[in-house]
């Protein structure tokens, strides 16, 4: 899904890591504010190899939401529909919470701390 930043907003969204590559090409070239992905971080993974063997910078890609919403323990699709949109208007207006994308990054980081202590100690 991604969001223009000029009137009308209008969502764009596919299924799927792959149908929407040539959607996903364009947003990424494209002024927007939001351009988010669902999937797996395993599946968004794949997407961000895929980017980068297309020629696209990790500038270009960090732009990605994904997985896409903030946390708020969504569970059904009317949830998860909200806690998308939630993110959405936390982006536009720029507000502090964090999204689950950010939220996985600053986990595996402090991980990576971690590990780097433990090893550092032995």
Same mark, same amino acid.
């Given at each position: 899904?991604?969001?223009? &930043?000029?009137? /009308?907003? #209008?969502?764009?969204? @596919? !299924? @799927?890591? =792959? /149908? ?16 988010? %992905?669902?999937? !797996?971080? =395993?599946?968004?993974?794949? #997407?961000?190899? =895929?980017?980068?063997?297309? @020629? ?12 896409? @919403? ?12 909200? %806690?998308?949109?939630?993110? $959405?208007?936390?982006?536009? =207006?720029?507000? /502090?919470?964090?999204?689950? !994308?950010?939220? $996985?990054? &600053? ?6 701390? #971690?590990?780097?202590? !433990? &090893?550092?100690?032995?």
């Amino acid at each position: 899904m991604f969001m223009p &930043h000029t009137a /009308p907003w #209008r969502p764009r969204a @596919g !299924s @799927g890591a =792959r /149908p929407q590559t040539t959607g996903r090409l364009a947003a990424l070239a494209a002024p927007v504010f939001y351009l988010g %992905c669902l999937g !797996s971080t =395993r599946t968004h993974a794949k #997407r961000v190899d =895929r980017l980068t063997q297309d @020629g696209f910078t990790p500038d270009q890609i960090a732009k990605i939401h994904a997985p896409v @919403g903030l946390d708020i323990g969504a569970r059904t699709p009317a949830e998860i529909a909200v %806690c998308i949109m939630a993110e $959405i208007i936390n982006v536009l =207006r720029g507000g /502090p919470a964090l999204a689950l !994308s950010e939220q $996985i990054r &600053h986990e595996r980081a402090q991980r990576r701390d #971690r590990v780097e202590r !433990s &090893h550092a100690a032995a």
